[in-house]
Nanobody
Framework: QVQLVESGGGLVQPGGSLRLSCVAS????????MGWYRQAPGKQRELVAR???????NYAASVEGRFTISRDNAKNAVYLQMNSLKPEDTAVYYC??????????WGQGIQVTVSS
């Protein structure tokens, strides 16, 4: 049974930083593209960043230069370092594992709130 468990969310002031972690189990982690998505109230879920099994990354334009995604295959973990946070980054953040149409998994989500 695949599980993705996120941690590291919380409340931070504008301009601050947070690091999200996602640990996977029950899957061959090395094969998966891992990603972070977010969903703000009243909005659709959107891609924030993803990292392929070979290490190639891509980011949403709104976070480029502020967020960094990384993975540690030895720990079955993917991270999202978020710097220079803005109020518009407030959302529930979801970890995602993708290996094709029939192999897509989601974490339970973790709240990130950017507010003074």
């Amino acid at each position: 049974q695949v599980q993705l468990v996120e941690s590291g969310g919380g409340l931070v002031q504008p301009g601050g930083s947070l690091r999200l972690s996602c640990v996977a189990s029950g899957m061959n982690f090395n094969r998966y593209t891992m990603g972070w998505y977010r969903q703000a109230p009243g909005k659709q879920r959107e891609l924030v960043a993803r990292i392929a099994n070979g290490g190639r990354t891509n980011y949403a334009a709104s976070v480029e230069g502020r967020f960094t995604i990384s993975r540690d295959n030895a720990k079955n973990a993917v991270y999202l370092q978020m710097n220079s946070l803005k109020p518009e980054d407030t959302a529930v953040y979801y970890c995602n594992a993708n290996l094709g149409i029939t192999n897509v998994y989601w974490g339970q989500g973790i709240q990130v709130t950017v507010s003074s």
